[in-house]
């Protein structure tokens, strides 16, 4: 992984994580440790209003969580209940924790290819439904990143699981003195978050 990256991470593996956010993350644990068990693939899907901020945000560190933890065999997408565009704070966010980020396309819904090391495969970022062609049809857990979605979206089509795990929207700090510092907050919240639960895995077999 890139040193800067791997600056940041050792920091927010320092962060502690309540008892309380601890028993919220334990059925995406519990998830993908079963399908570790069993030799299968581990899908999982974020999930946010508008695919946005905080689906992406734990798409890319969950990914990025998995390989630190040599987890194998493990692929994160992320989809909203309706399509807007990647919020470029979230790509600033992501370089200045040690990503590197190039935008692909120039569009109202640009794409992005995010890199956490030099000879990985990018992850692509961009905007889309959860049920985009792009992401898994069956088999995977439903991570629901905000409590709109969650509750504006009972029903995920082919998921395996549906697991709430929902976050505060770093938008709130939008045009404030406060937005890069909220953004940042939110991603190592995220981040932290993420390295916990794949840190759990070879644990828990």
């Not at 933890?69 to 994160?76: A, E, G, N, R, W």
């Not at 889309?128 to 509750?151: H, L, R």
């Not at 998921?159 to 929207?169: C, L, Y």
Request: one cysteine or more; hydrophobic letters at 35%; charged letters at 25%.
């Amino acid at each position: 992984m890139y040193p800067k990256l791997l600056q940041h991470i050792e920091q927010i593996l320092l962060q502690e994580i309540s008892d309380e956010r601890k028993a919220v993350l334990q059925p995406l644990i519990d998830f993908i440790g079963k399908k570790k068990r069993n030799r299968e693939a581990i899908d999982i899907n974020f999930i946010c209003t508008h695919n946005s901020r905080r689906s992406h945000l734990a798409q890319i560190w969950a990914q990025t969580a998995a390989v630190y933890f040599k987890i194998s065999d493990v692929h994160c997408y992320s989809g909203g209940t309706e399509t807007t565009a990647l919020f470029p704070k979230i790509a600033e966010t992501f370089v200045e924790a040690g990503f590197h980020i190039w935008k692909l396309s120039d569009s109202e819904n640009p794409v992005y290819a995010v890199k956490y090391s030099e000879n990985a495969l990018p992850v692509i970022g961009f905007s889309k439904k959860y049920d985009d062609i792009f992401n898994p049809e069956s088999g995977f857990a439903a991570v629901m990143t905000c409590s709109q979605a969650d509750g504006g979206c009972p029903f995920i089509s082919g998921a395996e699981k549906r697991i709430p795990i929902t976050f505060e929207d770093p938008k709130i700090s939008d045009g404030q003195p406060t937005q890069t510092e909220t953004y940042k907050e939110r991603s190592r919240q995220i981040g932290a978050e993420m390295f916990y639960v794949f840190s759990k895995i070879n644990n828990a077999e």
